[in-house]
């Protein structure tokens, strides 16, 4: 997967566009910058857009291209953010260090996808929110009928309401739902797309 992220984020062009998730972007507003963390956050465009709005913000990949798009991203902001690169399993933040987690299209193996969200869990300060947006299974009769509205082919990787009640049981649910949005994301993310948003508060 490395190998596939490297030559995806290796062209001028970003990927999945300069302009942050538009959920994301709502679901920022309002809230008391303070530390935030992406994991999986690619070329870094949520990562500069919270660090714009005066968050501390930190950043994972997998992909060494990803991070230089965006330290590149955020030079042309004037901003810095603690982008590292390294597998999932890598990273070791102290515990409770962070008021936000951002996870924006970030799917993992579904194998994995529970223990790396418990994982993140241990890193978010207690009445800290996650703010997440994926694709949901039902995206793949999208992703099939046009593959530019992006997203894993493996359905495993895709996400249910029930997946992120599972993953998530000790969180106030203050909003989770499954619907369709079109997307308008760069080169990747284009079209009509079935996604999972959550937000919810560490209890």
């Not at 597998?87 to 996870?103: L, T, V």
């Not at 493996?154 to 992120?164: G, H, T, V, W």
């Amino acid at each position: 997967m490395k190998e596939f992220w490297n030559d995806r984020y290796s062209s001028k062009e970003f990927a999945y566009g300069e302009r942050p998730n538009e959920y994301l972007r709502a679901k920022l507003k309002g809230i008391q910058p303070g530390k935030i963390l992406f994991p999986a956050e690619g070329e870094g465009r949520n990562a500069v857009y919270a660090a714009t709005l005066g968050w501390q913000v930190s950043a994972f990949d997998l992909s060494e291209e990803g991070k230089k798009k965006a330290e590149l991203l955020a030079q042309r902001h004037h901003l810095q953010i603690n982008y590292q690169t390294g597998e999932f399993s890598s990273h070791d933040y102290p515990a409770e260090s962070f008021d936000a987690i951002g996870f924006i299209f970030a799917h993992f193996p579904a194998e994995k996808r529970a223990k790396y969200h418990k994982t993140v869990d241990r890193w978010l300060k207690k009445g800290g929110l996650v703010i997440l947006e994926g694709f949901s299974k039902k995206h793949r009769q999208f992703n099939e009928a046009d593959e530019k509205a992006g997203g894993p082919r493996d359905e495993r990787m895709l996400f249910s309401l029930d997946e992120i009640k599972s993953d998530f049981p000790n969180y106030q649910i203050i909003e989770l739902c499954e619907t369709e949005t079109i997307l308008h994301e760069g080169l990747y993310h284009n079209g009509k797309a079935a996604v999972i948003r959550f937000v919810g508060r560490k209890m």
